[in-house]
């Protein structure tokens, strides 16, 4: 049953958060006109985090709960939505932060400005990182996070939309162990359509400050492609090596590119063929990133804002290139490309990262 006086609920799925839940209730205290509450949703955490609630709820001046069950952020989110009373619905990381006290009260204006259409917003993401000094490979994703593009919507940007939009979208897929945030942000961008909410979140960049930020957006890009493709598979053997990795500080990427060999091996030959052409056919589809590259290493330069910059090289690139590659000799020549790219990148990676023996102590089941 939905409580009316409450005008949204903010779910946050967790797993072994006990200081950074701390962190995110404290931060929530500071938001102004706006009647919310909490819905923690976890997934069989082991440290204080019960506690941490329990403490919490009884000072907070809105209403926190703890909903917990079966591990999975899909499920966790979806579970928690289940749980959740208001008809607006913040799905938020659990190290997220708002800098304007406004925040929410501004968000849920601008979604209420387009009445029933099908839409839902997401806000323009900022890096919480320990060097203060700029760095263009952040500038660059902050700033591809607030283009309304394939793939570029995520979910520590945070999910804002109502209720019934979700229900129409359907709930987040239980069986993708990654990318869960990703998919459901694709199949509403068809139906619907994404909105840049008036303020900034941030998120913190702890996990690409220990693993090296081209190294987890590497993955991550290879992830979504398969994604894209259908090739669902590669997910748990992935997800099987990155669980090897214990506390190493950087990431490998090399027992990734080796599983990805195995993996592809044990299919026929036709499938792997497709897999290939799939994959080609997805890279051209991404290759605007290389001029939005361009553009924003300018932008960067010049000292600009996060998306103030012009987007001259993109504009010129992406319809020429559209028009030499948008067709099937276009789509193999990629397919190519990408196979030269991928074998000289492990050649590289064997050359570069550390010997078997030193990735066999780490990661014992690439031997």
Request: charged content about 25%.
């Amino acid at each position: 049953m939905k409580t009316h006086s409450l005008e949204l609920s903010i779910i946050v799925p967790v797993l072994n958060e006990e200081q950074q839940i701390r962190c995110l209730l404290t931060d929530l205290l500071r938001q102004q006109d706006v009647s919310f509450e909490v819905v923690i949703s976890d997934g069989g955490s082991k440290d204080t985090l019960a506690q941490v609630v329990a403490d919490y709820a009884r000072f907070c001046p809105f209403p926190l709960r703890l909903v917990q069950g079966e591990r999975g952020r899909g499920r966790q989110l979806n579970r928690g939505i289940a749980a959740a009373k208001a008809d607006s619905l913040l799905l938020l990381h659990v190290d997220s932060r708002f800098f304007n006290p406004r925040a929410l009260r501004r968000a849920l204006n601008k979604l209420a400005d387009f009445g029933c259409r099908p839409v839902a917003g997401r806000f323009a993401l900022v890096f919480r990182r320990q060097q203060s000094s700029p760095h263009a490979g952040y500038y660059y994703y902050e700033w591809k996070a607030r283009l309304p593009r394939n793939e570029c919507i995520h979910g520590d940007q945070g999910f804002l939309l109502r209720r019934e939009i979700f229900a129409q979208i359907g709930q987040f897929r239980e069986d993708l162990p990654v990318m869960e945030d990703t998919d459901f942000a694709e199949r509403l961008r068809k139906q619907g359509r994404w909105l840049l909410l008036p303020d900034e979140i941030s998120t913190s960049a702890r996990r690409f400050e220990a693993e090296g930020l081209w190294q987890r957006q590497l993955l991550n890009a290879i992830i979504m492609c398969f994604r894209s493709i259908g090739w669902e598979d590669f997910f748990g053997d992935a997800l099987a090596v990155y669980r090897q990795q214990g506390s190493c500080s950087r990431l490998p990427l090399r027992p990734f590119f080796r599983q990805f060999v195995r993996s592809i091996r044990r299919q026929p030959l036709a499938q792997r063929l497709k897999i290939w052409y799939r994959s080609g056919s997805y890279v051209r589809g991404h290759a605007w990133q290389l001029a939005f590259a361009l553009d924003a290493r300018r932008s960067y330069r010049q000292g600009l804002a996060v998306g103030q910059g012009r987007l001259r090289w993109l504009r010129l690139f992406e319809p020429l290139f559209n028009v030499l590659t948008d067709n099937p000799v276009g789509r193999l020549l990629t397919t190519g490309l990408l196979w030269l790219w991928f074998y000289s990148t492990w050649i590289w990676l064997v050359f570069t990262e550390p010997s078997n023996a030193a990735l066999s102590k780490h990661h014992p089941a690439e031997n």
